[in-house]
């Protein structure tokens, strides 16, 4: 019933899209084939929240609990082994920045890569929290000050050892050309937890993530601890845009999440440049499609996630004043009748 189709950009829509540069992201190409005729059908003809009124999902007790094959497939929690106690990499506080040694690089396209920094023990974890992220820091021969950027990691968060990050190089961005030209042994300055959004089990009846490009790595976070613990409900719906299809990030890891969950999560692909075949979204993420896929917002406790480049928290939410003040809600969330506290912008 869930299978996948093309989610037609019609000409009347084109004209309300926003564009903007997305940086890469993850785009999976899961199983719902007929949401993208059925988004056709509701954007054309206007039909607001069409999707869910057809299908039922997002709806309370439309989706089942976890059955045995599902907790085999996402633990609720690793935990450390017995023999070895867990201890926190980072503690926050007036811990400062610590240095870690880059283990491994691994290339995921022409300007994303993927970097495995190993912790200080074998036996330790991050110690971030659900929604949380680190600081790098680096300082070149002729830099005046350092530069500072925060990053989420795409680990577990209870994996011990290491810290996976997931990083495009832009052009003349002084961290990541610095990340990608580091080779295995050189290290990197960290300092954390950040707090972000403070996550627990059934905060919400449902959240959306409207993510683009490597916007995708809180959503990726928050959507990853959801599911891996048996105990929470939450339905969660994935709005992800990219310019091109080798621009996806995390593909594998959606999709294993809406093939076991088909229920509970729903991913909605959209790239700028799609190939020749390409059979889910293509163009930008507009209101019409928001309207379409989102749950309506009087209906339950929703909450919205935002993460992406400037031109999308523009045109979707409104840009956030500093990382202390959401700044005002704007865009297409606040003209579909979200309110200020139902939007959180990463």
């Given at each position: 019933?869930?299978?996948?189709?093309?989610?037609?950009?019609?000409?009347?829509?084109?004209?309300?899209?926003?564009?903007?540069?997305?940086?890469?992201?993850?785009?999976?190409?899961?199983?719902?084939?007929?949401?993208?005729?059925?988004?056709?059908?509701?954007?054309?003809?206007?039909?607001?929240?069409?999707?869910?009124?057809?299908?039922?999902?997002?709806?309370?007790?439309?989706?089942?609990?976890?059955?045995?094959?599902?907790?085999?497939?996402?633990?609720?929690?690793?935990?450390?082994?017995?023999?070895?106690?867990?201890?926190?990499?980072?503690?926050?506080?007036?811990?400062?920045?610590?240095?870690?040694?880059?283990?491994?690089?691994?290339?995921?396209?022409?300007?994303?890569?993927?970097?495995?920094?190993?912790?200080?023990?074998?036996?330790?974890?991050?110690?971030?929290?659900?929604?949380?992220?680190?600081?790098?820091?680096?300082?070149?021969?002729?830099?005046?000050?350092?530069?500072?950027?925060?990053?989420?990691?795409?680990?577990?968060?209870?994996?011990?050892?290491?810290?996976?990050?997931?990083?495009?190089?832009?052009?003349?961005?002084?961290?990541?050309e610095h990340m990608h030209n580091m080779n295995p042994g050189q290290r990197l300055d960290f300092k954390g937890p950040i707090p972000k959004y403070s996550w627990e089990p059934n905060k919400h009846d449902h959240i959306a993530l409207i993510a683009g490009g490597t916007?995708?790595?809180?959503?990726?976070?928050?959507?990853?601890?959801?599911?891996?613990?048996?105990?929470?409900?939450?339905?969660?719906?994935?709005?992800?845009?990219?310019?091109?299809?080798?621009?996806?990030?995390?593909?594998?890891?959606?999709?294993?999440?809406?093939?076991?969950?088909?229920?509970?999560?729903?991913?909605?692909?959209?790239?700028?440049?799609?190939?020749?075949?390409?059979?889910?979204?293509?163009?930008?993420?507009?209101?019409?499609?928001?309207?379409?896929?989102?749950?309506?917002?009087?209906?339950?406790?929703?909450?919205?996630?935002?993460?992406?480049?400037?031109?999308?928290?523009?045109?979707?939410?409104?840009?956030?004043?500093?990382?202390?003040?959401?700044?005002?809600?704007?865009?297409?969330?606040?003209?579909l009748g979200y309110k200020q506290e139902q939007v959180y912008k990463f």
């Amino acid at each position: 019933m869930f299978a996948r189709q093309v989610f037609r950009s019609a000409q009347p829509l084109k004209q309300s899209v926003r564009r903007y540069a997305s940086p890469p992201g993850p785009a999976s190409g899961g199983s719902n084939t007929a949401i993208y005729a059925v988004l056709g059908a509701a954007a054309l003809g206007g039909g607001g929240y069409y999707y869910y009124q057809r299908t039922g999902f997002g709806k309370p007790g439309a989706y089942a609990p976890p059955s045995k094959d599902e907790r085999k497939t996402v633990p609720s929690s690793p935990g450390p082994s017995a023999s070895a106690p867990q201890t926190a990499a980072f503690s926050g506080g007036d811990q400062g920045f610590i240095d870690l040694k880059l283990e491994s690089v691994e290339n995921i396209n022409h300007n994303t890569k993927k970097f495995r920094f190993a912790l200080p023990n074998k036996d330790d974890v991050s110690g971030l929290q659900i929604a949380s992220a680190l600081l790098t820091k680096y300082k070149g021969p002729e830099m005046e000050k350092p530069v500072i950027r925060p990053y989420t990691p795409v680990s577990d968060e209870d994996q011990q050892g290491y810290i996976d990050l997931i990083v495009k190089r832009y052009p003349n961005g002084p961290m990541s050309e610095h990340m990608h030209n580091m080779n295995p042994g050189q290290r990197l300055d960290f300092k954390g937890p950040i707090p972000k959004y403070s996550w627990e089990p059934n905060k919400h009846d449902h959240i959306a993530l409207i993510a683009g490009g490597t916007g995708i790595t809180p959503m990726y976070q928050l959507a990853r601890a959801i599911f891996k613990n048996p105990n929470d409900k939450t339905k969660v719906t994935l709005v992800f845009g990219n310019i091109s299809e080798e621009d996806i990030l995390l593909k594998r890891e959606f999709e294993d999440l809406e093939n076991t969950y088909p229920q509970r999560f729903r991913a909605f692909y959209l790239l700028d440049k799609p190939p020749e075949g390409w059979a889910q979204g293509k163009g930008h993420i507009t209101k019409e499609l928001l309207k379409t896929v989102l749950p309506e917002p009087k209906e339950e406790n929703v909450k919205v996630f935002v993460c992406g480049p400037p031109g999308l928290y523009k045109a979707v939410s409104g840009a956030k004043k500093s990382p202390s003040d959401q700044g005002e809600l704007m865009g297409y969330l606040k003209e579909l009748g979200y309110k200020q506290e139902q939007v959180y912008k990463f």
